[in-house]
């Protein structure tokens, strides 16, 4: 059973959107080779669901320092149409 | 002097010598500006995330160039008037060029970077 740290704040049972799992350490503290670029789309695609939002930091487990440089990775590289803004766009 | 690092669409239909003409302009625009360009890059023509100008495709060049502050709102109104270029994004590199930025679609060198790009909003 993963351990089941109760979110703070969040009413008793577990949020429902929780397919990811809890995970530990900041990504980017932990293995330094990992760079946050908005070019490299394949690294910020762990941080966004699957409808192209980007995934709060209580579940992506980011300090806040780098959570925020993902979040700014992440619209500049939407900015460009390297990532969707919604997961729905329609591609003729 | 400050470096910026420039990523633009290109519109799919230029292709060939009228897609190198366009890229020749621009690189020409920040040589007139006083800019010394440190990299180029062009990706080619990749698919985007989202239809931009009823277009699903697109080319991408990415270029470093360092200047002075001033050249990079005349570089991008050049852009502005140019209808080949559907998208374009200019950003300040905080501690100028680090590695070699990969191009989102090369598969990720493993250079030891040292410490990630900070990169604020331009």
Same mark, same amino acid.
């Given at each position: 059973?993963?351990?089941?740290?109760?979110?703070?704040?969040?009413?008793?049972?577990?949020?429902?959107?929780?397919?990811?799992?809890?995970?530990?350490? +900041?990504? @980017? +503290?932990?293995?330094?080779?990992?760079? #946050?670029?908005?070019?490299?789309?394949?690294?910020?695609?762990?941080?966004?669901?699957?409808?192209?939002?980007?995934?709060?930091?209580? #579940?992506?487990?980011? +300090?806040?320092?780098?959570?925020?440089?993902?979040?700014?990775?992440?619209?500049?590289?939407?900015? #460009?149409?390297?990532?969707? @803004?919604?997961?729905?766009?329609?591609?003729? | 002097?400050?470096?910026?690092?420039?990523?633009?669409?290109?519109? %799919?239909?230029?292709?060939?010598?009228?897609?190198?003409?366009?890229?020749?302009?621009?690189?020409?625009?920040?040589?007139?500006?006083?800019?010394?360009?440190?990299?180029?890059?062009?990706?080619? *023509?990749?698919?985007?995330?989202? %239809?931009?100008?009823?277009?699903?495709?697109?080319?991408?060049?990415?270029?470093?160039?360092?200047?002075?502050?001033?050249?990079? !709102?005349?570089?991008?109104?050049?852009?502005?008037?140019?209808?080949?270029?559907?998208?374009?994004?200019?950003?300040?590199?905080?501690?100028?060029?680090?590695? %070699?930025? %990969?191009? !989102?679609? *090369?598969?990720?060198?493993?250079?030891?970077?040292?410490? !990630?790009?900070?990169?604020e909003a331009e």
């Open positions: 059973m993963a351990e089941d740290r109760k979110p703070s704040g969040a009413a008793g049972r577990t949020p429902f959107k929780r397919r990811f799992t809890r995970r530990k350490g +900041c990504r @980017f +503290c932990a293995d330094k080779a990992l760079t #946050i670029d908005y070019k490299e789309v394949r690294t910020l695609r762990y941080f966004v669901t699957e409808r192209g939002k980007i995934v709060p930091r209580r #579940i992506s487990g980011n +300090c806040a320092d780098h959570q925020r440089k993902v979040r700014e990775a992440i619209k500049r590289a939407r900015n #460009i149409a390297l990532m969707p @803004f919604t997961a729905g766009h329609y591609l003729d | 002097m400050r470096t910026y690092e420039n990523i633009l669409i290109v519109h %799919p239909d230029k292709v060939g010598d009228e897609y190198a003409a366009v890229v020749g302009k621009f690189q020409g625009v920040l040589n007139e500006l006083g800019a010394t360009i440190l990299k180029q890059e062009e990706w080619g *023509v990749r698919k985007l995330a989202y %239809p931009v100008k009823k277009q699903g495709r697109g080319s991408y060049v990415l270029t470093v160039f360092e200047g002075e502050p001033g050249i990079v !709102a005349e570089f991008e109104r050049r852009m502005r008037i140019d209808e080949s270029i559907i998208k374009f994004q200019t950003v300040l590199l905080e501690n100028g060029l680090q590695a %070699p930025a %990969p191009a !989102a679609s *090369v598969e990720m060198t493993d250079e030891d970077e040292e410490e !990630a790009d900070a990169e």
